[in-house]
């Protein structure tokens, strides 16, 4: 089969690479070549089924990577332009309660698919489901995609195939190890917004527990970020909006990475103090398995005490002396958890690391190979939980698909 361009994904970025790419040229042949069984399978699922598309409050605080995902973001349209003008989708801001956070006014990922879906029929644009891409030619004016049976020869190519986060939806990273053995670099690859895993003894009494409070990565002493929000302890591994936004430190700091909870706050230590000798009298008589019981739930309560002083949890309150009450507010305002790993891909919703931000030019066209182009979670950039990496995912198709048309203008069949 012959194409003008090929697009290897129908994810976010591969769909709007397409789109861009015809809308750039309206005389080329588009073809979406895909893993799955149908495109957009991954966007559907996105947001929890809402799809938080984008974010209000965009900068390079939350991106991450060697890709300055921002300087692209910046130059291409908005969502609203992309969205609601163009798609026909009308969007909101503020779901689920995320400050900033842009989803469908339907609150569906459906309708942002059906839009999209829509658009690449009315363009013109091929689909080829349930095709694997096993590997990759490139030749001087044209690239050979090999595909089991039968091969795919493009003049162009655009790769927006994921990265390795989510494997259920395709992404396995199996067009990463094929740029790699065409001569790509790569950053150190690792889970990004994902729980984070910590020893299973050190959660002993804590699985099923949310807290809010501020959570900071520390390394050697110094506090790398810091984020606040929701916490939940599991099994083997702590995670929460919060936690997420710091997974992606894991690829830098690994093997020397610290999770550091102040679960309180709003309360300063001696705000803290105040209260908890309040407590040591007015409720002297029970024991202190019972001192925290009106600030935590009852099994937080229980592990913060039993981990800061030794003394049987029958003891009363009232026979504790300072130096313990000092080391239950340490631990309160400080529980500090080493990192010993990420979640595993299949909990990732996004891949840290990938195709190297020297590899590709101002137009995300490759450096290595003329004509190739590469948008989305393949290249080396990470967002932030909330909007920042499907934003990135339209953004860099836009522009990857756009620059990808144009280049064909004159070129002839």
């Not at 740029?179 to 050190?202: E, F, H, Q, S, W």
Request: glycine share 12%; net charge positive; with cysteine.
């Amino acid at each position: 089969m012959k194409t003008d361009i090929a697009v290897i994904g129908g994810g976010a970025s591969g769909i709007t690479a397409a789109i861009a790419a015809k809308e750039a040229n309206s005389g080329v042949r588009v073809t979406i070549i895909e893993k799955l069984a149908r495109t957009g399978k991954k966007i559907i699922a996105s947001g929890n089924g809402k799809c938080n598309l984008s974010n209000m409050k965009l900068s390079e605080y939350n991106y991450h990577g060697s890709v300055k995902a921002v300087d692209i973001i910046e130059k291409m349209p908005d969502y609203t332009q992309f969205f609601t003008d163009y798609l026909g989708v009308l969007c909101v801001s503020g779901s689920e309660g995320r400050e900033g956070g842009i989803y469908p006014r339907s609150n569906s990922s459906n309708t942002i698919v059906n839009a999209m879906r829509m658009k690449l029929d009315e363009l013109g644009i091929e689909e080829i489901c349930g095709c694997e891409v096993m590997g990759i030619t490139a030749e001087k004016d044209r690239f050979t995609l090999i595909c089991g049976d039968e091969n795919i020869r493009c003049k162009r190519l655009i790769i927006a195939a994921g990265g390795y986060a989510a494997p259920t939806f395709g992404t396995d990273g199996g067009i990463m190890r094929i740029l790699k053995n065409m001569g790509y670099k790569t950053a150190k690859i690792c889970p990004a917004v994902a729980p984070l895993r910590v020893a299973p003894d050190k959660l002993k009494g804590l699985k099923g527990v949310r807290v809010k409070g501020e959570i900071s990565a520390v390394s050697g002493g110094k506090v790398l970020r810091t984020e606040r929000g929701e916490m939940q302890f599991n099994e083997n591994n702590i995670s929460g909006i919060c936690v997420f936004n710091l997974a992606y430190l894991f690829s830098e700091y690994e093997g020397k990475l610290s999770l550091k909870a102040d679960l309180l706050p709003d309360m300063s230590w001696n705000e803290l103090k105040g209260y908890i000798e309040n407590i040591r009298k007015s409720r002297g008589n029970l024991p202190i398995e019972e001192l925290l019981t009106g600030i935590f739930v009852k099994n937080l309560g229980v592990y913060l005490v039993k981990n800061s002083v030794d003394r049987p949890l029958t003891d009363k309150i009232s026979a504790l002396k300072n130096k313990e009450i000092s080391a239950i507010i340490s631990r309160i305002k400080a529980l500090e958890f080493e990192v010993c790993g990420c979640s595993p891909w299949q909990n990732a919703q996004s891949t840290m690391g990938g195709i190297h931000g020297s590899c590709v030019d101002g137009n995300l066209q490759s450096r290595l190979h003329k004509g190739l182009y590469l948008c989305g979670e393949i290249l080396d950039t990470a967002g932030d939980c909330g909007g920042y990496n499907l934003q990135w995912a339209w953004s860099s198709g836009m522009l990857a698909g756009g620059s990808c048309g144009k280049s064909l203008k004159g070129a002839g069949k």
